[in-house]
């Protein structure tokens, strides 16, 4: 019997069981043709099915309009702070950035590095335990555009209803952590991108969804690897692909509509969320959530009365085949991440789990 | 029986069965985590001891010396043609290429939009069918690199010995396609780098190997992912890596240790090309090589009598379950390529294939 733990690590994270098995039974031979998906080349048929089907996968999850691009890159999200101030950031002109966590400030800080940008609102002095409004927002009427992260991994606060930029200014979307979580008004946006190693596959591809007209202001001479446009002409194949991580993304968005798609999954992650969230407004103060409001249906950050009892938890959980649970290093803390292919089963023994240690320790 | 063929392929290429089956084996619980290696952090002790043992098997394998940095980054060498100049060629000094194949082609060209760039040599002229000899190259004795593609891909030609810089002028390379190949002086190298899709693992990870000295010129404020220096500070996990890639990559490297060290593969090499080229040069002509010195000897490419005699070749072949024979859509023709993880057994095939299909259509 092969061992498996309920895993709630924030990425790269829990992948369907049903997608490892698939990977695991065509590994030597993909659907006959004597080979691995790893030893195909990115220029056959089979692999040209593997990119068209996941981009019609995720059309319809997503119901994204015909005139967006939808693109399979690399570099991480992290790459792609810095190739979209280069891409869609003429020379002079400034972007504007909602700063609401440790990604939205890497995002600003990448941009700033290449030009001008403007915090329309910085949460930093408030620990980032909350989104701001939209009337606190400081809009550049004149910004090339508006860059929001609708899930903060780190911090634990998620945008349910978009930020509305000034009109006219392109809005562009870092939705790597709730990326495919629930549905979402794709037509609200002239980008959305999302490294994948949370929601929709494993690390080493960046779906990035992009309205056409974005492409029109690409400057000339940009490198080739770093020019949306350039990427967007040759359907990602500019040069190789990263094959693998694009085929488990492709099989995750296939187990994603059988499951029932966007809205199915939103009503899971969000019972999933709520136990958690119950279990902490419930203990009177022994768990303490970090987000004031906007709490995140992926990442539930807490922490417990003492570092000690942190610990504690964390490796008591492990011994029950809880794993993952630590808050990332930089805010310490509880995490528990809750994305799309954790069962409930899961969530419904870290809450059991959370009651008895509470009972024991509070 | 699981079906394989003779894989050909140019890249994404053959890989070992061991690698592959080893992948399998371990696909929904890595070595008792109870997780795929997909799922497990970046940050874990598991992942931090795949990317320590591949670059220490790397390290002795190619006698890597102590003062150079092994890094796993993401983009295909194509982005590294932009990342280089970017990183190392101060502004307003130029760079000098060789220009000896579609690849050095692309890399020069790349290099031209961010700056000054020269042609030591530019074999175009010859079609690209041997290299420039050392005493034809124009050496800038101030350029900030000499750049060259140590194997040709598409034109089949293939540097065993390196080409000398001006003094002090450090040494850059592109081996994306005979990486550990064969054994090699690093030491003459300022930078190698390789995307792993031919000899050492699945698309999706580029390994380069950087003197440290090097990273001492890098100027301040690139963006993250495209700074060396700050991608070897944090070891490659400046943001998540592509974790899968790297993970095949260090089964390959064991794998090549295992039977021999790259020693032992470039005998395996030698002898696999040494057959192809024998029967090309015993067929009087009918099969024709495209190079006419620098033999590659991880791409054959050769020509038959007509277009439709190499149509007729690519679906006989195919049906003997040899793929991948087509030349590369921009040059026509055939390429075997041969890469390490493509067993003698496919090579004595293909031989007794050409015999049989010259006697047939002679």
Known sequence: MTKRVHNFNPGPAILPLEVLQHAQAEMLDYKGTGMSVMEISHRSKEFESIVTDAQTDLRDLLKIPANY???????????????????????????????????SKKAFKESLKLGIAKAAANMEAE????????????????????????????????????????????????????????????????????????NAGP????????????????????????????????????????????????????????????????????????????TIDESGGFYKGHAKSDRSLMNVTFRLPTEQLEDTFASEAKKRDMIGLKGHRSVGGMRASLYNALPIEAVEELVKFMKEFQQKNG
Not at 90 to 100: E, N, R
């Open 69 to 103: 691009k939808i693109l399979f890159l690399q570099g991480g999200a992290s790459l792609h702070f810095a190739m979209i101030p280069m891409n869609f950031r003429p020379a002079g002109t400034s972007a504007d950035y909602i700063v609401t966590g440790t990604w």
């Open 203 to 278: 690390a080493g591809v960046v779906v990035c969804i992009i309205r056409e007209d974005m492409l029109g202001k690409v400057p000339a001479n940009l490198p080739n690897l770093l020019d949306y446009k350039a990427l967007a002409e040759e359907n990602s194949m500019l040069n190789t692909p990263p094959c693998w991580s694009i085929y488990i993304v492709g099989l995750v968005l296939k187990w994603l509509k059988e499951i029932g798609g966007l809205e199915g999954i939103a009503k899971r992650n969000q019972t999933k969320a709520g136990l958690v969230y119950q």
């Open 127 to 198: 620990n980032f335990n909350h989104l701001p409004a939209q009337s606190d927002l400081k809009l550049d009427p004149k910004a090339a555009y508006l860059h929001f992260t609708s899930n903060e991994t780190i911090h634990g606060v998620e945008y349910f209803t978009e930020p509305v930029p000034a009109a006219g200014v392109p809005l562009i979307c870092d939705t790597s952590s709730d990326f495919v979580s629930r549905p979402i008004d794709v037509s609200k946006y002239a980008m959305l991108y999302a490294g994948v190693q949370k």
